[in-house]
């Protein structure tokens, strides 16, 4: 792989919940399970709440970062959206408009949560979409949510399977959401996240109990990987907070499924004609032309890259290298049987593009 990356990669665990709200875990637990499980950072968004944040949960724990946000919801309970890095929850609950913007007054990122949720089966779990598209300024959106990937394919009884086998049947991000995160790209940035939507539910038929998505199991699934200038300040928490949530909406890196490959060490990033090293996100300045977009991934995939939400080059192999002319949203997605890794977009050139 290249010497030229500059960047230190973390891997974490986004949409996490815990006893304080509707989750079946405690935080010690939660924190025990992903150190073991070797994640760099965890997000954990309860319900309409940060106990956690308040009970001192938000902080280093070793090598892992805690990050405590929550999860606001309309009066109706629908449009849910991760907010991270608040003091407090927002007051209204009518309008997504409104909260949208409390929340980034307290300089807070925010994330539209499993947007376009549907159900086929668990009548007694209705799905959750957001349903305000008319709303602006979100930084972002949950582009892979896992349980809501688990629910949706989960069609008719022969789907039991399903639930011995959780990670085995996540396949792919909704095509339907990319093509709509694609389209909003085209107006201005917009991050996507990776979900866990992790609950650790325990399921009772009769005299048999089990869980679905033990925490170890629902943790090495969906990841979202993140690209600093440096590691997080151990001897500052505050600080570190502020630089996960500025990478976060910035989208600063990609969205990986653990189950197809640990996509750690995966480097994307554009080389412009100047030679600077920008990596997925917003760029510090425009990348000047011509430029190569690079994807060096830690094994075989099918490496795709998409202008503007549309396929136009393919390479199979660890490693390529495409070229650049002119101006779009570039993104890159690997594939290894299913999809594998998503990155957030490069923008090249000015908005509206």
């Known amino acids: 792989m290249s010497d030229q990356f500059p960047f230190h990669e973390l891997a974490g665990a986004i949409h996490l919940h815990t006893s304080f709200s509707d989750g079946g875990i405690s935080f010690p637990e939660l924190i025990v399970t992903a150190q073991e499980v070797g994640l760099d950072y965890i997000v954990v968004t309860d319900h309409m709440n940060l106990g956690g944040k308040k009970a001192g949960y938000e902080g280093f724990f070793g090598g892992l970062f805690v990050a405590v946000g929550y999860e606001h919801q309309d009066f109706r309970n629908r449009n849910h959206y991760l907010s991270i890095g608040v003091e407090k929850v927002a007051e209204d609950r009518k309008d997504p408009q409104t909260y949208i913007r409390q929340i980034a007054r307290q300089g807070g990122a925010g994330f539209i949560a499993h947007p376009m949720e549907q159900r086929h089966y668990f009548k007694k779990l209705p799905p959750y979409p957001w349903t305000a598209w008319d709303a602006r300024d979100f930084d972002g959106i949950e582009l892979w949510n896992q349980m809501s990937d688990w629910m949706e394919n989960f069609k008719n009884w022969r789907s039991v399977v399903r639930i011995f086998f959780p990670r085995r049947f996540m396949n792919d991000a909704p095509a339907g959401l990319i093509k709509r995160w694609d389209e909003m790209n085209r107006a201005r940035f917009v991050a996507a996240i990776g979900g866990v939507d ?122 390529a290298e495409f070229p650049i002319s002119q101006n779009g949203i570039y993104r890159i997605e690997a594939v290894a049987d299913h999809a594998w890794i998503y990155a957030n977009p490069f923008p090249v050139g000015a908005y509206p593009i």
């Open 198 to 319: 992790a609950h650790t539910r325990r399921v009772d038929l009769g005299l048999i109990h089990f869980t679905i998505f033990p925490v170890k199991v629902e943790l090495k699934g969906i990841r979202t990987h993140l690209y600093l200038p440096a590691p997080l300040p151990r001897n500052d928490p505050v600080r570190a907070s502020r630089i996960l949530v500025h990478a976060l909406r910035s989208g600063h890196g990609f969205i990986s499924n653990l189950r197809r490959g640990d996509a750690r060490g995966t480097r994307l990033y554009l080389r412009d004609a100047n030679g600077a090293i920008i990596g997925p996100g917003i760029p510090p300045s425009p990348p000047a032309l011509p430029a190569t977009l690079v994807a060096e991934l830690p094994a075989r995939a099918r490496i795709r890259l998409v202008r503007n939400g549309a396929p136009v080059n393919t390479v199979d192999g660890r490693s």
